[in-house]
């Protein structure tokens, strides 16, 4: 980084070798942490994908609460391998190293994710267990079609999450992993990870059901984990009944709500405004429309991106898809939608709009459709939408 990064006041610049020099001389030396399990533990930066990052504190208390809560100690066997994929300063990934440790399970990593390489370190690390997000799910499910069946035989459980999983992409991962245990893990940084979850059970429950309110729980997040609670409100802060809309909040002692600029975000009573969209069913299944800033509000109507996102990614032409707010002088919003095509596929905008309207209302036809190489995410596989809304606000060059 040196001759990259410009000197300013209050920035220390130190060479890699330097830091770990200094790392490695202090390692035997005794440690001064504090005891106080209020201490500050890490800083996270939220990933930012609708907006600028904040820094989420998570103390160790917080962290603790979850680990010792979700995680049986030592339970790992001898030979599983934990292959770790994500980036290290993400909750995931800061999840991952503390189960991991806590579990006495082996853990494998990998650099930046690219689906052939973590194919290839799955097999010969003989991993066993492993956490992607869905984008990286589908993109290793592509791998593994276009080898013809070879698998991923070490492989006994997947958890999964950071964003809503198309159905049609676990239903195939199941097909192609059978002796896989599946698991929708939802959580968030400022919540110290995992806060509902969707069990292996749940998942082949729903999968072999002809009930459509069971098959449906496979795009559900699951229940929520005995160490939290969950409620859903409307926007007058008004406790909502099952099936019914509204903001997810969450209370327990893994969850933080703390920002370093902003302080604490939990009310009076402990709970944390997630800033998710969702309802719970009348078993208590979490079932999220997505972020409550991607919410399309057009004439007062609200309108979730991802009911509009599944019909798309149902066209079999169809390989990814997002929908976001576009300006709309009538409506004041309207629904925008990205598109990438499977290569050697083609479909007009025109077909698209007709299959929405087709399954959907009329408010939720994409009134602007627009054909991409590739969308846009960050490195945790979450669709960066303000980049999108961006262009899609801008007029197509002439």
Same mark, same amino acid.
């Given at each position: 980084a040196e001759g990259r990064i410009q000197p300013r006041e209050g920035l220390t610049l130190m060479k890699r070798a330097d830091f770990l020099a200094a790392a490695e001389a202090a390692a035997g030396a005794a440690s001064t942490a504090a005891e106080d399990p209020a201490t500050i533990a890490?800083?996270?930066?939220?990933?930012?994908?609708? /907006?600028?990052?904040?820094?989420? %504190?998570? &103390?160790?208390?917080?962290?603790?609460?979850?680990?010792?809560?979700?995680?049986?100690? !030592?339970?790992?066997?001898?030979? #599983?391998?934990?292959?770790?994929?994500?980036?290290?300063?993400?909750?995931? !990934?800061?999840?991952?190293?503390?189960?991991?440790?806590?579990?006495? &399970?082996?853990?494998?990593?990998? /650099?930046?994710? +690219? *689906?052939?390489?973590?194919?290839?370190?799955?097999?010969? +690390?003989?991993?066993?267990?492993?956490? %992607?997000? *869905?984008?990286?799910?589908?993109?290793?499910? #592509? %791998?593994?079609?276009? +080898?013809?069946?070879?698998?991923?035989?070490?492989?006994?459980?997947?958890?999964?999450?950071? /964003?809503r999983m198309p159905q049609a992409t676990i239903e195939r991962a199941m097909q192609l992993l059978p002796q896989v245990d599946f698991t929708n893990a939802y959580g968030l940084t400022e919540t110290s990870s995992t806060v509902a979850v969707l069990g292996p059970d749940d998942h082949r429950l729903a999968i072999a059901s002809d009930d459509p309110k069971i098959r449906r729980r496979l795009s559900s997040a699951g229940q929520p984990t005995g160490a939290v609670e969950i409620q859903i409100r409307d926007e007058d802060n008004t406790v909502l009944g099952p099936e019914e809309a509204g903001l997810v909040f969450v209370r327990g002692p893994q969850v933080s709500g703390e920002y370093l600029s902003l302080g604490s975000q939990l009310d009076a009573e402990g709970w944390f405004p997630t800033r998710d969209r969702g309802f719970l069913d009348a078993e208590g299944y979490l079932y999220l429309d997505g972020r409550a800033d991607d919410v399309i509000v057009r004439g007062g109507e609200n309108i979730s991106p991802g009911e509009v996102e599944d019909v798309l990614l149902a066209h079999p032409a169809v390989a990814d898809a997002a929908v976001v707010a576009v300006p709309d002088d009538q409506w004041g919003e309207g629904v925008g939608a990205a598109v990438v095509l499977i290569p050697g596929q083609a479909v007009s905008a025109e077909v698209l709009q007709d299959l929405v309207r087709s399954q959907l209302r009329s408010s939720r036809v994409p009134q602007v459709i627009r054909f991409y190489d590739a969308l846009p995410y960050n490195e945790m596989g979450k669709v960066l939408r303000r980049v999108i809304r961006d262009d899609l606000a801008e007029p197509v060059p002439a």
């Open positions: 890490v800083q996270l930066f939220t990933s930012g994908t609708t /907006g600028a990052p904040k820094a989420a %504190v998570l &103390r160790h208390e917080n962290l603790s609460a979850y680990i010792i809560g979700t995680v049986e100690f !030592g339970a790992a066997e001898e030979t #599983d391998a934990n292959l770790v994929s994500v980036p290290p300063y993400h909750i995931a !990934g800061i999840s991952a190293i503390l189960s991991s440790t806590y579990a006495a &399970r082996r853990m494998a990593t990998i /650099g930046a994710f +690219e *689906p052939q390489a973590w194919v290839r370190a799955c097999r010969a +690390e003989s991993a066993s267990n492993a956490f %992607v997000v *869905p984008t990286m799910l589908s993109r290793i499910i #592509d %791998v593994l079609d276009g +080898e013809g069946g070879a698998g991923l035989p070490s492989l006994r459980a997947i958890a999964y999450g950071g /964003g």
